[in-house]
């Protein structure tokens, strides 16, 4: 399956942003899609999962309810809304899909909070 993560860009503090992740290739449904971020100088880390099937629903300690993920299978989509932005969410936004054992990530987008 090919990845591609879109909708980042400039946004102030406190505004949204929608990032999606789009699938060719193979169909999403049975796969797991996460949302992983790295800052300038920093590990990669973990935003948000989606599993597959119920999809339920993952979300790092530091979104606090201000993001909320979702899937589209019939789309190929998962989305990344992300609402009360702030400047320590900027980085690059990967998303990564996973299916037995197997990993497969998208090119980033990178989302830049501005004071």
């Known amino acids: 399956v090919q990845l591609q993560a879109s909708g980042g860009g400039v946004v102030q503090a406190g505004g949204s942003r929608r990032l999606s992740c789009s699938a060719s290739g193979r169909a999403f449904i049975n796969y797991t899609v996460a949302w992983f971020r790295q800052a300038p100088g920093k590990e990669r880390e973990f935003v948000s999962a989606?599993?597959?099937?119920?999809?339920?629903?993952y979300y790092g300690d530091f979104v606090k309810g201000r993001f909320a993920i979702s899937r589209d299978d019939a789309k190929n989509e998962v989305s990344l809304q992300m609402n009360n932005l702030e400047i320590e969410d900027t980085g690059v936004y990967y998303c990564k899909a996973s299916l037995w054992g197997r990993d497969y990530w998208g090119q980033g987008t990178q989302v830049t909070v501005s004071s």
């Open positions: 989606v599993k597959y099937g119920v999809g339920t629903t």
